[in-house]
């Protein structure tokens, strides 16, 4: 039977010693893949090629993002040839990437988003205005959760007067600053920057949790 997961529960059975499959091209897998994964493009999963595999052991395959259906058409290869557990993560290498999770492969983890970017200052949503910190990278206060989700932005310098003691930070953050997935290049952050007039971006996970910031003055890009 194929069961279709998520990121999670992907990287919970990754971790438990699944074998698992990337079924892309092999120069995609050359670049970077997920750990321990074997090349096995689909047009190569022939019985022959299966035949190496241990058809009882959990089975995971990916492929490159949800948009992409060689995953699922590789899992129902697998279970046609007689594997018992087979799972389809259909977020795929495109979500874990985005969860600033480990990879193999050549593209170099430092020219990311999520080895480049600074520790934030943060603070709670329920921070009194008058007790917001000072401004760290790119300016700003970011507000997270008890769990490290991005709230939202504040900008020190544009906060109420000291009478507002009635707010807190929640109140008076944007509530949607722009932010990038850990796996974005350097190179494609500092275009979609320049397009966007942005001076930093917040770094965080798929789930929205905080990991940084990056400043577009530290990205070593000149366009």
Known sequence: MVTRIGTVEARRILDDGAQVLEVLPEPDHRAEHLPGARSLPLPQLTR???ADLDRARPTLVYCYDTQCDL????AARLQHLGFTE???YTGSKAAWLAMGWPYEGTKAPGLRAGALAEAAVTCAPSTPVAKVPDAGPGGVVL???DEGTLLGAIDPTSLPP???TDLDAFDVA??????VRPSVTADELARSMDEA????VAVSTLEGFLLGVVERSALRVDR
Do not use: F, I, K, L
Not at 197 to 200: K, V
């Open 162 to 164: 000291d009478g507002a």
């Open 86 to 88: 087979v799972y389809d």
């Open 143 to 145: 507000v997270v959760d």
């Open 48 to 50: 022959e090629a299966a």
């Open 71 to 74: 995953s699922g058409r590789a």
């Open 197 to 200: 007039g942005e001076t930093y």
């Open 174 to 179: 944007h509530p949607a600053p722009s932010s």
